[in-house]
């Protein structure tokens, strides 16, 4: 597995999990050896410049981000193996801008690294809030997940605007040549568990809702939910 896209139903895919149990495995086709490695990813070591700035997220767009802006985020090494997990934002074409140029952007889906928990404020301006008191599972870090995938949007499933979870080596997924999709080393590995809870943005527009929605979830009888694909080297599923 090369990438895990997360997207969710409705408008938002929200991950406040700061616990990511991926083993890592190797085999040798010759002898069908396999070693693995178990180790639990969290947020608790991330450095400030791929944080969040505020609970908007004013560094994750780049007319906002003062030169300062997250592209490629946060990449860590999973345990003492050669796989690193990266937990960057798309690179993607801006389909609305003149000449369409491709650039990093949080609209085009992804992660952001956040410890905001303001748990009243339900708007686009607080969309790197958890609805958690503490903010993280086990430390006060976690990470946003924002992207989107359904037939108007992504007719072709490509989960393009999903936000991507990459195993990968030290270098990560990055951009090689402007204007063409991250290319990246892919790496194989397994998730066991992850702990999700949604952001408060994505909570109280639920349970209340708002001007683009037609009431709270449960007065619509509706539903939430947040889907993992796993795709291969190549990006497909």
Known sequence: MAVVAMAAAVFTGCSSDDDFLAPYEESAIQTRAISSTNALIDFDNVPSSVMASDQYGNNLYSATANGKQVTTGYITQIGQTGTYIQFPINYLEQEWVSGQPWEYEFWNGGFAISNFHNLTQGDYQNQCSVYWPNGGHSGKNFAVAFGYSDSYNDSQA????????????????????????????????????????????????????????????????????????????????
């Open 158 to 237: 490509t989960y393009d605007k999903c936000a991507k979870i990459y195993l990968t080596d030290a270098t990560g997924y990055r951009v090689v040549t402007t204007n063409t999709p991250v290319k990246g080393t892919p790496k194989y590995g397994k998730f066991n568990s992850v702990w999700v809870c949604n952001t408060t943005y994505t909570y109280l527009v639920m349970k209340d809702g708002n001007s683009f929605t037609q009431g709270s979830l449960s007065a619509q009888k509706g539903w939430f939910k947040v889907v993992f694909v796993a795709l291969d080297a190549t990006g497909k599923p």
